[in-house]
Structures are given as C-alpha cells and as structure tokens.
C-alpha cells in the first residue's frame, strides 16, 4: 500500500510501527490504573457510611462526647495525621483510620457527620 492510500483509508505509515512490546506496555499500564482504581475503591468503601454509628472518633467518644463541635475540634487538630475511629455498622463494630485533608468541597473530612437522635 502506498503512503497515499494509508492516509486515504484512515492509517498512517507510524502506525505500522507499533510493536508487540509496545501493546504489553500499555496493557501493563491499564493493569496498574485499575489496579489504583480498585484500592481507591476499597478505601471508599471501608471508610465512614450513611448510618455508621461513631462510638470514637479519635479522643472523642461516647462517655466524653458533649457536641459536633468536639468533633470538629479533633479534625482541626489532626490535619494530614491519620485518626483513629470506631464505628458500629450494622451491629458490627469496624475499626477506621481517616487522614482529614483539604480537598475541594467544605471541610476536611468529605462527609456530613450529623447527631444521632435517638
């Protein structure tokens, strides 16, 4: 095929020069971004969930908890330090470790935490 009819029908005489190596290499970097994506994923899902029930949010918890501000005061405090918290989740109690961080959105926390009325 002549490099006119390449460019005719769509290719182009650099595409034939992709190799065998060239494809794994991609396939390797598609295999490490779902990779990412997935541990992204895994800590999305193990982190704070509607209705998770905080019984310690790092110093915080049930015997000395007096308002959201308690909270509040913690995250402040612990800015890109990583924080203990406990949470009961559908009976279960899980352990969490969250890392407050400035992103784009209000807080540090990237979530509502709201009281509990019981």
């Not at 800015?79 to 407050?100: A, F, I, M, S």
Request: with cysteine.
């Amino acid at each position: 095929m002549s490099e006119k009819e390449g460019r005719q029908s769509g290719s182009s005489p650099q595409a034939s020069a992709v190799t065998v190596s060239d494809i794994q290499e991609l396939i390797r970097r598609k295999e490490e971004i779902e990779a990412q994506i997935k541990a992204n994923y895994d800590v999305l899902e193990s982190g704070l969930q509607v209705d998770d029930e905080i019984v310690e949010f790092g110093s915080v918890n049930t015997h000395n908890f007096q308002s959201l501000q308690n909270i509040g005061s913690v995250v402040q405090h612990s800015e890109g330090k990583p924080l203990n918290v406990t949470v009961n989740r559908r009976g279960e109690k899980h352990q969490l470790r969250l890392v407050p961080t400035r992103w784009a959105g209000r807080g540090l926390l990237g979530c509502n935490i709201v009281p509990l009325q019981r």
